[in-house]
């Protein structure tokens, strides 16, 4: 028999550790809605239904799991509108599967119906402002965590060093590409490091704040969900995601509709606002390391010359409009 890297589970057989872990919910169906970084299981329950979400094995330490459903419940206290872990009837916060690739580690969370918020902004762009107030209040809730919570660090080594590190073998054919790259990874370090000391909120972050994280109920409410890559990093990194994921011809009015809503309740200063579309270049790096590393679970068929000109078009697009020339 071959040896499994990654085994996409039967949801009958899923349903059956459900029921045994969490008996009170009163499962009786189980679907597959995507798989992704995670495998992530429909659970149909009798008064409300669920989402599991199955790491895959080695995703994250065990602890370190823990340590982000911690956080959830946390917040979730402070009214922070998040998806938060179910207590299995052993009043823990996740439980271990066996698979054919050996134990990996899931969690029952509630499902938020509705749909992804994307573009949806929303008359005059209330909901993009609602949620620029709702990321203020998460920072705000996270600077309350104690003790803090053991999640890694997103420092400029990971977000940028590391990417280009493991870019430079795959744009072998594309030296101009590549040592624009390295130009704007210099550039970037060096407005970081002309930036005053404390000058940069950093602390505990979502990670991964753009808008296909967030979910709009039917009664238009807006709930935070995905904290797989929460994490410790500079707090304008989430804003900057936000703004990233806004990216077109129409974003402007919203991305200010998001700005506005933050700032109404936590300051930025006069040296985070500057670095803002700055930091949308970290993001994007970030991406683009992220989706490197996922190539050993996913395949890189889809990583082509088209992948690489659509994102080396918008880095090129986005640096003269805000950051000038190189």
């Known amino acids: 028999m071959l040896k499994a890297q990654h085994s996409v589970i039967r949801p009958d ?48 330490p065990v602890l370190d799991f823990e340590e982000e459903l911690r956080f959830l419940e946390f917040i979730k206290r402070q009214k922070i509108s998040a998806v938060v872990p179910k207590r299995n009837k052993h009043n823990q916060r996740y439980i271990s599967v ?36 709702l990321a ?14 053991k999640r890694w660090t997103m420092d400029f080594d990971f977000l940028v060093t590391q990417t280009l590190t493991g870019l430079s073998p795959l744009f072998a054919q594309r030296d101009r590409d590549l ?34 994280n967030v979910m709009l109920s039917p009664d238009g409410g807006l709930t935070l969900i995905d904290f797989d890559w929460s994490g410790y990093c500079w707090r304008i990194y989430d804003l900057a995601t936000l703004w990233w994921t806004l990216r077109d011809d129409q974003s402007a009015s919203r991305w200010r509709a998001v700005l506005r809503g933050y700032t109404s309740v936590r300051k930025l200063s006069h040296e985070e606002k500057a670095l803002l579309p700055a930091f949308v270049m970290i993001r994007e790096f970030e991406l683009l390391g992220f989706q490197l590393m996922m190539r050993k679970h996913i395949g890189d068929a889809w990583i082509d010359d088209n992948y690489y000109d659509f994102h080396m078009r918008f880095i090129r697009d986005w640096v003269k409009q805000h950051l000038g020339k190189l």
């Open 13 to 60: 057989s899923l349903l059956t550790v459900i029921k045994r872990h969490y008996p009170t919910i009163g499962a009786s169906d189980c679907k597959i809605l995507a798989l992704n970084c995670n495998d992530n299981f429909f659970i149909k329950g009798k008064r409300q239904d669920y989402v599991f979400r199955l790491n895959r094995k080695d995703w994250w």
């Open 98 to 133: 066996k698979t054919a690739e050996g134990t990996r580690y899931g969690a029952l969370f509630g499902y938020v119906p509705g749909r992804l918020l994307g573009r949806n902004a929303g008359p005059r762009n209330t909901n993009m402002l609602r949620l620029g107030e």
């Open 136 to 149: 203020a209040q998460l920072h705000n809730a996270a600077d309350r965590f104690q003790p803090p919570a």
């Open 179 to 212: 040592a624009y790259l390295h130009r704007l990874a210099d550039h970037l370090q060096v407005l970081l490091d002309d930036t005053p000391a404390g000058a940069l909120d950093f602390g505990l972050c979502h990670g991964d704040l753009h808008t296909g």
